[in-house]
């Protein structure tokens, strides 16, 4: 009686240990005594309580950090989760802090909705997210988000420009087939694509800014363009503020 005291106590304990790990563990064979056989039953009632629990809790949490973290329509990681992840990078030196950032822009986004719709606007700016995710599938350490309506952002760590310029040149040529195929003239509405450096211990706002001058350049050059800031250049170039970037471009563009 001792011996099998002793085991069933054992098993219980390892129970207990398991909870606390979000490991549950049910007991399908119960020991004959009455006693413990009651108290076996008693911890798998106990666990899988505990386990429903958990189970709740955690999709409770994802769908929070879904909300949080993800762009509703396109499923990419929204502008809160793209600044976590590139601070992350650049916070630590390592094969991870050094790399590309491409920043793609679609001109004339608001107006597709009026002209085709919002079911059919949904399904260009879906099917380009999808795109862009699989360009990006290269690596499991890329990101891919969406900044706002009519801008996405890629991370690409230790890659080198000419890799990420076959990305964005790709990219480009799948947006032009996209808008034709939706009845969308590519004289008006169109892509561009920006690449810049990043690095350890730079800023957010540094990132961001050599991106925006290399998509300026882009839009300077042509419809479905791509833009690159020299590694060189873009550790001298004068930092824009927003507004500042903004002034130029659609003085630019004017021109």
């Known amino acids: 009686f001792l011996k099998i005291a002793l085991k069933s106590l054992k098993r ?8 606390s790990r979000n490991d549950f563990i049910i007991y399908e064979k119960v020991p004959f005594t009455v006693e413990f056989r009651s108290l076996v039953f008693a911890m798998n009632k ?5 386990k429903d629990i958990f189970e709740k809790e955690s999709e409770i949490l994802k769908s929070y950090n879904e909300l949080l973290y993800t762009d509703p329509m396109t499923k990419l990681a929204n502008r809160k989760c793209f600044q976590l992840k590139i601070n992350d990078y650049i916070s630590s030196e ?26 059919k606007y949904k399904n260009v700016i879906t099917s ?20 706002n ?27 032009k087939n996209l808008f034709k195929r ?3 003239k590519t004289e008006n509405y169109y892509v561009n694509a920006g690449i810049a450096s990043y ?7 540094n990132i961001l800014t050599k ?4 998509l300026l350049a882009s839009k300077n050059k042509g419809k479905f363009e791509v833009g690159i800031l020299p590694d060189h250049e873009s550790q001298n170039r004068i930092v824009l503020g927003k507004d500042e970037w903004r002034e130029e471009l659609e003085s630019a563009m004017r021109e």
């Open 12 to 19: 219980i304990k390892k129970q207990a240990d398991a909870i």
């Open 46 to 50: 106990m666990v899988k309580k505990v």
């Open 94 to 119: 390592n094969a991870l802090s050094e790399g590309k950032v491409l920043l793609v822009s679609i001109s004339g986004e608001s107006e597709i909705k009026k002209e085709i719709g919002f079911e």
């Open 128 to 147: 380009f997210a999808k795109k862009l995710k699989e360009l990006s599938d290269f690596s499991s350490e890329s990101v891919v988000g969406r900044l």
């Open 149 to 175: 309506d009519s801008d996405f952002i890629l991370i690409f760590p230790s890659v080198e420009e000419k890799k990420t310029k076959e990305i964005a040149d790709l990219l480009l040529q799948y947006a």
């Open 182 to 184: 939706h009845g969308l």
């Open 199 to 205: 690095h350890f211990d730079e800023s957010i706002k």
């Open 211 to 214: 991106a925006d001058n290399a």
